[in-house]
């Protein structure tokens, strides 16, 4: 069983920027590809940001890349999400996820991971 516990997320003006961070649990975490995803209110859950165990293999949705930038400490059992130049749009709770096994090309599919945070809100404001 893994814990993850996502921090960092806040009240930002349009063009700023936020890091998230989530913690695991278990002494597993370096073998799961990661992930984070969002849902604004009214909306279903999307795809943001993946990574796979080894932290070499990187997936972006469209609509974030070249803004947003995920990485991994598996010495600290966390991954981030560094956004940068948010846009109101970008409001939403955001989550983190662990898969596993490794994903390949499932790396941008929610239904794959096994667990979940309780999620981080970020709210960006023009």
């Known amino acids: 069983q893994v814990q993850l516990v996502e921090s960092g997320g806040g009240l930002v003006q349009a063009g700023g920027s936020l890091r998230l961070s989530c913690a695991a649990s278990?002494?597993?975490?370096?073998?799961?590809?990661m992930g984070w995803f969002r849902q604004a209110p009214g909306k279903e859950r999307e795809f943001v940001a993946a990574?796979?165990?080894?932290?070499?293999?990187?997936r972006y949705a469209d609509s974030v890349k070249g803004r947003f930038t995920i990485s991994r400490d598996n010495a600290k059992n966390t991954v981030y999400l560094q956004m940068n130049t948010l846009k109101p749009e970008d409001t939403a709770v955001y989550y983190c996820?662990?898969?596993?096994?490794?994903?390949?090309?499932?790396?941008?599919?929610?239904?794959?991971?096994?667990?979940w945070g309780q999620g981080t809100q970020v709210t960006v404001s023009s």
């Open positions: 990574i796979s165990w080894r932290g070499i293999g990187t």
């Open positions: 996820a662990a898969s596993r096994l490794p994903l390949g090309d499932g790396l941008g599919y929610a239904q794959k991971y096994d667990y």
């Open positions: 278990g002494q597993t975490f370096s073998t799961y590809d």
